[in-house]
């Protein structure tokens, strides 16, 4: 069973600031089967990245993922107001399709 | 525009019975899987299960095979989830999502709090 662990639990910035989160697998998951979703607070879930790195359709280009094997990165290049939110990332791939525990970016 | 609309919110007592729905509109409805999430209050996403409206193929997580059932109505474009004896851990947001063809999860109803309590 894969485990996917985020980190940080909790990132703490301002607006205008760079964010680096990070997915790390309990084993190789390859590329094509990594997803970034981003949640607000009453909100339901969004896709943001699929593919470990293509952004979904109308997510602005600040939002960027990279990695394969086990290790995965989502980035924002520079924080706008909106985007601060718990972010969760999962291996689709796989029946079980488990999700991280979740990184929750949070005004400094 | 691809849209999932889900049921209301629900109070229920331990030991009662639930069917939520979640009608997809806007896509060929038989043509992908639809998803169930759950989200326990305070906490992270958890994967529950999928059926395939075309064919009714349904495929459980382990954690809630047995604990909910999973269905859909091709006639109405209605998928659902459904409990026969409901406790008070079921206690959560429930989301239903459609499968991109790839797996990735790419439309989101707006979710159905359930509340079990005595």
């Known amino acids: 069973e894969i485990v996917l662990t985020q980190s940080p639990g909790t990132l703490s910035l301002s607006p205008g600031e760079r964010a680096t989160l990070s997915c790390r697998a309990s084993q190789s998951v390859g590329s094509s089967y990594l997803g970034w979703y981003q949640q607000k607070p009453g909100q339901a879930p969004r896709l943001l990245i699929y593919g470990a790195s293509s952004r979904a359709t109308g997510i602005p280009n600040r939002f960027s993922g990279s990695g394969s094997g086990t290790d995965f990165t989502l980035t924002i290049s520079r924080l706008e107001p909106e985007d601060f939110a718990v972010y969760y990332c999962?291996?689709?791939?796989?029946?079980?399709?488990?999700f991280g525990q979740g990184t929750k970016v949070e005004i400094k | 525009e691809v849209q999932l609309v889900q049921s209301g919110a629900e109070v229920k007592k331990p030991g009662e019975s639930l069917k939520i729905s979640c009608k997809g509109s806007?896509?060929?409805?038989?043509?992908?899987?639809i998803g169930w999430v759950r989200q326990l209050p305070g906490e992270g996403l958890e994967w529950m299960g999928i059926?395939?409206?075309?064919?009714?193929?349904?495929r459980y997580s382990p954690s809630f095979q047995g604990q909910v059932t999973i269905a859909a109505d091709k006639s109405i474009n209605t998928a659902y989830l459904q409990w026969s004896s409901l406790k008070a851990s079921d206690t959560a947001m429930y989301y239903c999502?459609?499968?991109?063809?790839?797996?990735?999860?790419?439309?989101w109803g707006q979710g159905i709090l359930v509340t079990v309590s005595p």
């Open positions: 806007g896509y060929s409805f038989t043509s992908y899987w």
């Open positions: 999502v459609t499968l991109d063809s790839s797996g990735y999860l790419d439309y």
């Open positions: 999962q291996h689709y791939g796989s029946s079980r399709k488990p």
């Open positions: 059926v395939f409206p075309g064919d009714s193929d349904t």
